[in-house]
């Protein structure tokens, strides 16, 4: 967290709305990202973020340690995508690669896209944290309120996992399904 961002955390704990409005433009697109990562349509996305950013609103005075607050506001965002998703809606990882450096043609990236969404949803959130939204184990951890080997171990199956899906050696790469 920068010096600015506590502060103006520290302003909107007390109340000032302009410091607020700061803090939520800066953390817009994180949290849109996240949301991508859990749901599947833009409008359950705007939903899960709009809905987010009032209760971060309504509750930021609760907020104890100011350099925490983002772990605060994605814990937050994650209650939002599961309650939408309970709702009805399937909860599904979307496009998010196209923000990471391509190495692989479009083919080979869609195949890594398709097994991402065969992921279970706890190693698809800390996929998403990780690689998408650059989080540290440990505060991936306290998002999720996790232990950091609980979080370094789904991140290994997760990986493992797409790693014998999407392997060359015959017989792989074909066990996950297309939705």
Same mark, same amino acid.
């Given at each position: 967290?920068?010096? $600015? ?7 909107? &704990? ?21 949301? &991508? ?5 833009? *409008?359950? !996305?705007? *939903?899960?973020?709009?809905? $987010? ?7 930021? #005075?609760?907020? &104890?340690? /100011? @350099? ?12 939002? !995508? #599961? ?10 990882? $979307? *496009?998010?690669?196209? @923000?990471? /450096? ?19 949803? /706890? ?6 944290? #990780? ?21 370094? $171990? &789904?991140? #290994?199956?997760? +990986? ?7 392997? *060359?050696? /015959? ?7 297309? +939705?």
């Amino acid at each position: 967290m920068t010096y $600015t961002q506590k502060e103006d955390v520290l302003a909107a &704990r007390s109340g000032e709305k302009d410091a607020f409005i700061r803090l939520m433009r800066d953390m817009e697109r994180p949290l849109y990202r996240m949301a &991508r990562s859990m749901l599947r349509s833009d *409008d359950e !996305c705007d *939903d899960a973020v709009q809905e $987010t950013m009032l209760k971060a609103f309504r509750n930021i #005075h609760t907020l &104890r340690e /100011p @350099n925490y607050f983002q772990t605060w506001i994605f814990r937050i965002l994650i209650n939002e !995508c #599961h309650n939408i998703a309970r709702k009805g809606a399937r909860v599904v990882v $979307t *496009d998010e690669w196209s @923000n990471l /450096p391509a190495r692989t043609d479009e083919y080979e990236r869609i195949d890594v896209q398709q097994a991402v969404y065969q992921l279970p949803e /706890p190693q698809r959130l800390v996929i998403a944290m #990780h690689y998408f939204q650059d989080m540290p184990i440990q505060q991936i951890a306290d998002v999720l309120e996790l232990s950091a080997e609980a979080v370094k $171990t &789904r991140l #290994h199956r997760a +990986r493992k996992t797409l790693m014998d899906w999407l392997s *060359d050696e /015959p017989g792989r790469g074909t066990r996950y399904e297309t +939705r």
